[in-house]
């Protein structure tokens, strides 16, 4: 029984095949970021460096630094070589370098993603195997109504309503902003539900809160109709597999069934789902930021193209691109961790 | 306690013929409420876009001040003259979405047009050409469909400059992925099939056999994703406008119109209700006609 | 006291074009020990019939039946709870995909140590050691380290041996095996038929065996039931009916035997099953009897006593009268009857 598990061997092969499938996603990610910035109207090293007007004697110095007197495959090595040492440049507005400000600001994101995700899950998973289970009923078809109109939701305006009616009509919510000004917490963790925990101000954290609801539920409601509706199909094809005729022929609990027996096997299409939905809500926190002045890197973003800020735009679309790419990974991994068949063949 | 379930007229003759293909089409499409629901406000939303100029009381861009944020008609200030009431420089609400429904339209079937053309061209490639054309292809599709899609199309359209043209652009791109997945999975179950095998044999040349024999039996997916690629077109569009990158002013696109009003929000909540209103429940049409279309042309869900 | 006793069975299904019957009219009785094979092509509802009595029949199905008592209970009126404390445990059941019927989530020691825990109350460690006994009673080699296996680990032999543990688990009075070596190599076959055979003599276990192999029959069963359609056909003792079957179809399903076959050509049975759309009016087998006739075509045949069991025929082969009587009613058959 000391023997390791007979599972260890391809497991470890199983991560290390999908690790190195986003290699060539990365090249193609960062291929795109140096070619789009070179389309960009006017004298790419302006572009590139984030300064106007650059005298002729350091626009030499900076032409020979990105290589612009070599070919394009030694720019676009240059270029990889400094993505991977951290440095995206620097900001033509702020001068601050570009990994910086994204650092700063991408927690606020983060909690605002988790947030919605969570706030998905809790609504979309019941309410999908119930819907599953009593299929054709009245409540199975006002959820996957319901989803449906979620999921077609334009979520900037949803937003704009929800302030309508939460904040003008009945006062019950702040409008925008991650928290009160009046107070002022010290970013440790960054997240500031976390953060307001830990400062001496109670209140703080409640200000938090408040100023978190409107957006999870605007950045959740597409995550919510998908999740529900996921739920729903992988639930009922489950419950027409036959292992659930068998574990019936063993006379167990219905309750059982479906919350061990089926789920089990469902979960598996549904962890697929939410992660695909993480690139979802990347896109969706763009417009969910702007809509609530929120400080997160989306907003940080559709600034950037208003300032014609070239490189944080180039730097800040290739930092998402990576995040997305690795939730992806990550949610591949988890997929194998919960399904048995991949975890031991292959 | 038995009953026949079932009375036959000639003796031992069928006693009942199974359906039409077509019939057992509309026999499935029409049990789903929802779907009928759905080409029924197409259909209207069509006709509108179509008899816009008719049909719009006042001319969508025609501004008056002394009108201005006008509430709907049947709130007080409101007149009957201005059903939807008007926006911050006095234009009638109504008449801007009805010219915007033409403006919607015309993006969805236009972008999902441009992207199922290329889409197909480029999986159809892929699927018949195999090797090195295949893994660039789909590599480069896989890399656009792992990048969130509206973030790929703001970043270019920040490239290549705001306006209607680049953002339809940008939005055909990002779901240029789907078609091209579709259009080869297709080209690689079909071609593996014996009439494909046999029009081969009698010696169709490779562009004929894409065309001709591949092309029309994978039209059924085809439908069902340019359905619902319509609605994802008209929404990211939209949105596009709305973050003030898409159709620019004075245009009545509906998510353009929405950016206009955010400000006026606190003021007057039907310059903001109304459009948002019309981009859902033309999106919501178009995702029901998809679902339903789906459930009716995929002989996996019939029972 | 009958182990088993059905009478008069319907199952109905709704379809798009109508209602299905899958099931129609079966009565049935099985003893205590006994062992019965169901015998029909796909479709026939030898396998809806045993699911009924499972109380397994899948949403929209509905059964009605004038009786359905299991053990002297009444199956009809019983609740959900006392029903689920039934099957699992007096009733057992298994089926014809081993690999899909074992959930691949979850290992096989989880999967057979479920039912001893709900239904004996067992805990952790006496359902493991109970688990691996059953294991070794099905002849899996090695059974301890098995229990950590997934389904997809073992071949569908070994599948179907976990699921006979399963089902024998908790010494149930009644094993209804749905085609359970169809899906399995022709080696394995004979391997799995054997273990039943011999669990079913070692517990006085009661056994229906569904099949739409003759042959699987031949060796096991004492009495057997054909049916077709949704109906029973014939329902004889084994030996009777193998020696002298008495309805045209059960005579056409022995001759398409290939160890019966003569002159070297297999026989068939032409024509299809009916389906929902051409469902006969008479007699559901007529279109493809060689002896049916104008009447058989137009009245359904009743299920009557014939032979020490019973049969549904106008015109059964042991009939003395049967010439004349076909001659009397107009002969229509794919052939002439010689």
């Known amino acids: 029984m000391a023997a390791p598990p007979f599972y260890v061997q391809p497991m470890l092969r199983f991560i290390l095949t999908r690790v190195s499938l986003i290699i060539p996603t990365f090249l193609g990610i960062t291929l795109l970021a140096f070619f789009l910035i070179r389309l ?71 909690e605002l993603a988790l947030c919605a995700i969570l706030f998905a899950l809790i609504l979309g ?36 309503i929800l302030i309508l009616l939460f904040s003008v009509q009945f006062d019950l919510t ?43 539920i605007v950045l959740g409601t597409v995550p919510l109709a998908v999740i529900a509706r996921m739920t729903r199909s992988a639930m009922l094809e489950v419950l027409g597999e036959d292992y659930i005729r068998t574990a019936k022929a063993k006379g167990l609990s219905r309750f059982r069934i479906v919350a061990l027996h089926a789920l089990r096997n469902a979960l598996i299409p549904v962890v697929t789902v939410i992660g695909l939905q993480i690139g979802v809500l990347f896109t969706g926190a763009i417009l969910t930021e702007t809509i609530f002045s929120w400080p997160g890197v989306g907003k940080w973003l559709i600034d950037a193209i208003f300032r014609r800020d070239y490189p944080v735009l180039q730097g800040g679309a290739l930092l998402l691109g990576v995040v997305v790419m690795s939730v992806n990974l990550l949610v591949d991994l988890a997929y194998g961790l919960i399904n048995p068949r991949i975890r031991h063949t292959r | 306690m038995t009953t026949e379930t079932m009375e036959a007229p000639a003796v031992a003759a069928p006693t009942a013929t199974p359906p039409h293909p077509l019939r057992e089409f509309w026999g499935y499409f029409s049990a789903n409420h929802g779907a009928v629901a759905g080409l029924v406000i197409i259909v209207a939303v069509v006709l509108v876009a179509l008899l ?67 889409g197909t061209v480029l999986g159809l490639v892929a699927g018949f050409f195999r090797g090195l054309t295949e893994i660039f292809i789909m590599r480069l599709m896989d890399i656009i469909l792992t990048l969130p899609s509206l973030l790929l199309a703001i970043v270019i359209v920040a490239v290549l400059g705001p306006g209607l043209m680049n953002a339809m652009l940008a939005v055909a791109l990002v779901i240029l992925p789907h078609y091209v997945r579709l259009a080869r999975a297709a080209v690689i179950t079909e071609t593996s099939k014996d009439y494909v095998t046999a029009a ?51 245009s009545p696109e509906w998510g353009t119109m929405l950016a206009d009003a955010r400000e006026f929000v606190l003021r007057a909540w039907w310059v903001v209700t109304f459009p948002g209103l019309a981009i859902l429940i033309t999106v919501l049409a178009f995702n029901l006609l998809g679902d339903g279309l789906r459930d009716a042309l995929d002989p996996k869900l019939k029972r | 006291m009958a182990l088993v006793e059905i009478e008069n069975l319907s199952v109905e299904f709704p379809t798009q074009g109508g209602i299905m019957r899958a099931v129609d009219g079966v009565s049935l009785k099985l003893e205590e020990g006994e062992v019965l094979g169901v015998v029909g092509e796909s479709g026939s509802g030898k396998s809806v019939t045993m699911l009924a009595l499972m109380g397994l029949i899948p949403f929209p199905g509905r059964v009605k039946a004038d009786k359905l008592t299991f053990n002297g209970r009444d199956l009809l009126t019983i609740s959900d709870k006392e029903r689920r404390q039934l099957t699992g445990k007096d009733v057992a059941m298994i089926f014809q995909e081993p690999m899909t019927s074992l959930n691949p989530s979850f290992t096989i020691g989880f999967q057979l140590t479920e039912t001893l825990r709900l239904h004996e109350g067992m805990d952790r460690k006496a359902a493991r050691r109970r688990a691996i006994e059953l294991l070794e009673q099905v002849g899996i080699p090695s059974p301890e380290s098995r229990l950590s296996a997934f389904p997809h680990q073992l071949s569908g032999g070994m599948n179907q041996r976990v699921m006979i543990a399963m089902a024998i688990a908790c010494n149930p009075k009644l094993l209804i095996a749905d085609e359970p070596t169809t899906a399995l190599d022709v080696t394995i076959q004979a391997q799995i038929l054997d273990l039943l055979m011999t669990l079913q003599k070692e517990r006085n276990m009661g056994l229906v065996m569904i099949t739409h192999n003759m042959g699987v029959v031949a060796d096991t069963a004492q009495r057997v039931m054909v049916m077709y359609a949704g109906q029973i056909m014939e329902e004889r003792a084994a030996t009777d009916l193998f020696a002298s079957p008495q309805h045209p179809y059960t005579a056409a399903l022995l001759a398409a035997l290939p160890e019966r076959s003569e002159g070297g050509r ?71 009857a010689s």
């Open chain 3, 266 to 336: 297999l026989a068939t049975i032409p024509g299809v099953v009916p389906g929902l759309y051409d469902r006969p009016k008479g007699c559901l087998f007529s279109p493809r009897c060689a002896y049916a006739t104008e009447h058989s075509r137009n009245v359904r045949p009743d299920l009557r006593p014939w032979a020490g069991g019973h049969i549904r025929c106008h015109y059964p082969l042991g009939d003395p009268n049967r010439n004349a009587e076909i001659q009397h009613d107009h002969p229509v058959g794919t052939e002439a």
């Open chain 2, 200 to 250: 081969r044999v009698s010696g169709a040349g490779t562009t004929r056999l894409m065309f001709r024999e591949v092309l029309p039996n994978c039209t059924a997916p085809l439908i069902v994703q340019a359905s619902l690629g319509i609605s994802t077109a008209i929404l990211d569009a939209a949105a596009l406008g709305f973050l003030g990158l898409g159709a620019q002013p004075p």
């Open chain 2, 52 to 118: 816009a100029d008719v049909i719009a009381p006042h001319d969508p861009n025609a501004t008056d001040t002394a009108l201005a944020l006008k509430p709907p008609f049947w709130q007080e200030g409101g007149s009957i003259a201005y059903p939807l009431g008007t926006d911050p420089i006095g234009r009638d609400i109504l008449s801007r979405l009805i010219h915007g429904a033409r403006l919607s339209l015309l993006i969805g079937i236009a972008v999902v047009a441009l992207s199922i053309i290329i």
């Open chain 1, 174 to 216: 702040p409008v925008s902003g991650r928290i009160d000004v009046l107070y002022y917490i010290e970013p440790i963790t960054g997240f500031l539900l976390i953060d307001t925990l830990l400062s001496d101000e109670p209140e703080a954290f409640w200000s938090a809160v408040r100023h978190l609801i409107l957006p999870t």
């Open chain 1, 125 to 160: 998973l019941p309410a999908g195997i119930i819907a599953a289970i009593k299929r054709n009923s009245i409540f199975d078809h006002g959820v996957m109504g319901i989803s449906l109109a979620g999921y077609s939701m334009p979520i900037f305006w949803w937003g704009l």
């Open chain 1, 40 to 110: 960009v109207p006017g004298d790419p090293i302006e572009t590139l460096a984030g300064e106007r007007g650059i005298d002729p004697a350091r626009h030499e110095q900076l032409r020979k630094e990105y290589g612009f007197d070599q070919p394009i495959l030694v720019q676009y090595g240059i270029y990889l070589s400094r993505v991977l040492q951290g440095d995206l440049g620097k900001s033509m507005i702020t001068q601050e370098p570009v990994i910086t400000e994204f650092a700063a600001l991408f927690p606020a994101t983060i």
